[in-house]
């Protein structure tokens, strides 16, 4: 994987979308979403700039050999942890839906900074 996967323009304008939902006052409502955590959803419609991350090239082939074929990119979300949290519980991010995914194994992908 490269390092410089995207440039410095790009990080500027992901950091500007997402600076309003950045300001350490939308924290966690529960334990499992960290109360010294920041999270934030919908990402694609808030910070447009970061679809340059998931549609890029690199991510998709290292996506394309982790993850099984026809797989499903969702979740894009930002979780801005500060210190002192304590760190989330085991969980699986599909648990909540009403119906099986079976045949399939369970696996994702995170990426961090």
Do not use: C
Not at 24 to 39: A, Y
Not at 55 to 60: D, L
Not at 72 to 98: C, V
């Amino acid at each position: 994987m490269p390092e410089n996967l995207v440039d410095a323009n790009t990080i500027g304008a992901i950091k500007v979308e997402l600076g309003p939902y950045l300001q350490k006052s939308l924290m966690g409502r529960k334990n499992f979403e960290g109360f010294e955590s920041e999270r934030v959803y919908a990402f694609l419609a808030k910070a447009p700039s970061i679809a340059e991350l998931v549609e890029h090239p690199a991510i998709i082939e290292l996506l394309d050999k982790l993850l099984e074929p026809t797989y499903l990119l969702s979740a894009n979300l930002a979780i801005n942890a500060y210190p002192g949290e304590t760190p989330q519980p085991y969980h699986a991010d599909h648990a909540s839906l009403p119906v099986s995914i079976a045949p399939r194994p369970m696996a994702s992908a995170s990426f961090e900074r």
